[in-house]
């Protein structure tokens, strides 16, 4: 499982949002260890995808230097609130999160695709 997510994380840059609920709901994990697990495997993922955007040369420093400075100290509060919280409650906004997510990437897809902008190939 972990393999097929990465391969999504790397190919397009999503997959680490499928993980977290596999592991929860098909899995029976505690989701406190799944939270923190995944928070450490994305580490990696962003370590590599960086990299090869580097190399590349299509990173705008300054959008990451302004990303960066609201993501960290919203990571450590998180953290905080995510070892704080219930299982139930944090299972009821995981699932929220997941098809928040699903409907946005929906969405998105069907509006390139009416708009022509993205070519269905199958």
């Known amino acids: 499982m972990g393999l097929a997510v990465g391969t999504l994380i790397g190919a397009i840059g999503v997959g680490g ?3 977290s609920p596999l592991h929860v709901y098909f899995l029976g994990l505690n989701i406190h260890n ?6 450490f495997g994305f580490l990696f993922a962003g370590i ?4 090869a955007y580097v190399r590349r ?3 705008s420093w300054r959008m990451v230097s302004w990303i960066g400075a609201g993501s960290l100290p919203a990571a ?3 953290a905080m609130v995510n070892s704080a919280t219930d299982v139930r409650y944090l299972l009821i906004i995981l699932s929220i999160g997941v098809l928040v997510g699903f409907g946005s990437a929906l969405t998105s897809a069907l509006k390139s695709w009416q708009s022509g902008e993205c070519k269905l190939q199958l």
Do not use: E, H, N, P
Request: overall charge neutral.
């Open 34 to 39: 799944i939270l923190v697990s995944s928070s």
């Open 48 to 51: 590599f995808g960086t990299i």
């Open 76 to 78: 450590v509060f998180g």
């Open 17 to 19: 949002i499928i993980l």
């Open 57 to 59: 040369q299509s990173i």
